[in-house]
C-alpha cells in the first residue's frame, strides 16, 4: 500500500517506519524541513532504542521516504495517517489546532478517494469532525473516510510495543474501511480489535486513565505503608498474583510525568465535565500524583529542617528511563523547588542533559558522569530509574558523598544491600 504520515514525533516516526518495514511504501511529511533533512539522512530526530538501524534499512530498501512538503506526500497516498501532537490547552483541553491544519493539508493535496487513520490521541467525536472538514475542503469531488486507530506505544520501547503490541484498535464507519486497516496491519501478527470511531477514542483515553489510576493507587497504598510500617513491594507482589489485578504498573514512586498520562487524564476530566460527567475518580488520581510528585521534599525537609548552601546532587532528569524527554518529568517541580530552598544542584542524566538544560536553564549544573554528580554531595536525590543509576555500587555514594544519605524517589535499591552499605537511606513505602 502506499501510505503517507503526517508528523515524525513519537508516534508519526515510529509508526511510518514500523509500516516501511512490514512492506508498504510509506513517505512521513513533516513541516520543519531540519527534522526531514536529519531522517532522510538515517539521523533519528528522537532516541528510541533499534530505530536507527530500521529508519536505514528502510530508506536503502526504496520503502521509507522524508518529505516536508505535502504535495510530494499526499497525491499517490491511498491511505493517509494524522500522527500530529495534541498538547494540553491552559484549561486542560486537548489542542486541535495541529490536527485540523493537517486534514486542510489533506484536502487541499488528495487526487483521489482516501482513507485517512487518525494516530493522535483526540477527543471522542474529533475523528468526525476531521472527516467533514476534509470533505468540506475538497477541491476536485474526491472525499475520504476516516478511522481511528490510536496508539500504545511506550516511549522507550516504541519499536518493541509496535512489533509486539498487546492489540490494534481500528474503529471504523464501515466495514471495507475496516477490511483495509486490518490488511495493512496484519504483518504485525498482534490481535486485531475493530470497533466504531467513537469506541475507538475511548479505548485509547480510558487506558491511559486506567494505568494512570493503577499508578496513583499504588502510591497512596505506598504512603499508607509508610504509616504502618508496611512494604509496597511485598504488597503490589501480593496483589498483582491475582491475576484480576497483575503485576504491572504498580511501582510505587514518585508519580507519573510523560507526554501522555498528565495530558490525556486532564483531557478526560475537561470531556466528562463537558458532557455534564464529573469524573471525580480521575480527578484524584491526578491530584494525587501532584502531591507524590513533592513527596521526597516533605523528607528532605524532615530530616535536614534548613537545606540552604547544601550542595545535591539529583539523579535522572528524563520522565522514566531510556529516553531523553522531560515533559512532565518530576524533575522539572523538584529542582525548581530544591533551588528555591537555597541548595546548589548538579543534575545527572546519561542522556537527557541537553534537552534539561533548555527547560531548567544555567541555574544548575550537569553532568552526564555519574560520579562527578556525588562527589560531595550533602545528599542524593534520585527521580529517574535509570540503569546506571540502579547498577550502581552503593559503596560509591559513601566515598564520594560529603555524607551517603540518598532519597530514592523510584526505590532503586534493594533494602538488604541498602542495610550491607554504609548509607542513610529513604525510599517510597518502604521502612527506612
Ligand atoms: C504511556 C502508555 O504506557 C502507553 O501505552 C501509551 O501509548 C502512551 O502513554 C501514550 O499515550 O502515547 P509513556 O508515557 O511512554 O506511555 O510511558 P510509561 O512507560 O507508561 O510511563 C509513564 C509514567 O508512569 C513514567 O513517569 C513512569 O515512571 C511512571 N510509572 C509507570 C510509574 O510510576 N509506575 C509504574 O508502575 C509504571
Not at 4 to 21: D, F, K, N, R
Not at 77 to 102: H, K, M
Not at 384 to 396: C, R
Amino acid at each position: 500500500m502506499k501510505i503517507a504520515v503526517i508528523g515524525t514525533g513519537y508516534v508519526g516516526l515510529v509508526t511510518g517506519v514500523a509500516l516501511s518495514e512490514i512492506g508498504h511504501v510509506v513517505t512521513c511529511i513533516d513541516v520543519d524541513p531540519s527534522k526531514v533533512e536529519k531522517l532522510s539522512k538515517g539521523i533519528p530526530t528522537i532516541y528510541e532504542p533499534g530505530l536507527e538501524e530500521l529508519i536505514k534499512k528502510n530508506i536503502s530498501s526504496g520503502n521509507l521516504h522524508f518529505t516536508s512538503e505535502h504535495q510530494n506526500g499526499l497525491p499517490d497516498a491511498e491511505v493517509v495517517y494524522i500522527a500530529v501532537g495534541t498538547p494540553q490547552r491552559a484549561d486542560g483541553a486537548a489542542n486541535l489546532d495541529y490536527v485540523e491544519q493537517a486534514a486542510l493539508d489533506i484536502a487541499a493535496n488528495i487526487k483521489q478517494n482516501i482513507i485517512v487513520v487518525i494516530k493522535s490521541t483526540v477527543p471522542v467525536g474529533t475523528n468526525f469532525h476531521i472527516k467533514n472538514l476534509i470533505n468540506q475542503h475538497t477541491t476536485n469531488g474526491v472525499h475520504v473516510k476516516i478511522a481511528s486507530n490510536p496508539e500504545f506505544l511506550r516511549e522507550g520501547s516504541a519499536v518493541k510495543d509496535t512489533f509486539h503490541g498487546d492489540r490494534i484498535v481500528i474503529g471504523t464507519e464501515d466495514e471495507e474501511s475496516a477490511e483495509i486497516l486490518a490488511q495493512i496491519n496484519e504483518p504485525f501478527d498482534t490481535p486485531i480489535i475493530k470497533t466504531d470511531i467513537s469506541s475507538a477514542e475511548m479505548i485509547k483515553y480510558s487506558s491511559n486513565a486506567f494505568l494512570a489510576t493503577k499508578i496513583s493507587f499504588i502510591n497512596e497504598i505506598a504512603n499508607l505503608c509508610e504509616s504502618m510500617g508496611a512494604n509496597v513491594e511485598e504488597v503490589a507482589k501480593g496483589m498483582g498474583l491475582d491475576h484480576r489485578i497483575g503485576p504491572d504498573f504498580l511501582k510505587a514512586g514518585i508519580g507519573y510525568g510523560g507526554s501522555c498520562f498528565p495530558k490525556d487524564t486532564n483531557a478526560l476530566v475537561q470531556l466528562a465535565g463537558n458532557a455534564n460527567h464529573e469524573f471525580n475518580l480521575l480527578k484524584s488520581v491526578i491530584e494525587v500524583n501532584n502531591n507524590q510528585q513533592v513527596l521526597l521534599l516533605d523528607k528532605i525537609l524532615n530530616r535536614f529542617g534548613n537545606i540552604q548552601g547544601k550542595r545535591v546532587a539529583v539523579l535522572g532528569l528524563a520522565f522514566k528511563p531510556n529516553t531523553d524527554d522531560l515533559r512532565e518529568s518530576p524533575a522539572l517541580v523538584m529542582i525548581p523547588k530544591l533551588v528555591s530552598l537555597g541548595v546548589s544542584v548538579i543534575a545527572y542524566d546519561p542522556i537527557a542533559v541537553n534537552n534539561a538544560r533548555k527547560q531548567l536553564g544555567t541555574e544548575i549544573s550537569y553532568t552526564e558522569d555519574l560520579t562527578e554528580a556525588l562527589k560531595n554531595a550533602d545528599f542524593t536525590v534520585i527521580i529517574t530509574d535509570w540503569p546506571e543509576v540502579k547498577k550502581a555500587d552503593l559503596s560509591t555514594y559513601n566515598q564520594l558523598m560529603k555524607e551517603p544519605i540518598v532519597f530514592d524517589g523510584r526505590n532503586c535499591y534493594d533494602l538488604d544491600e541498602v542495610k550491607k552499605a554504609t548509607m542513610e537511606y529513604y525510599s517510597i513505602g518502604r521502612p527506612d
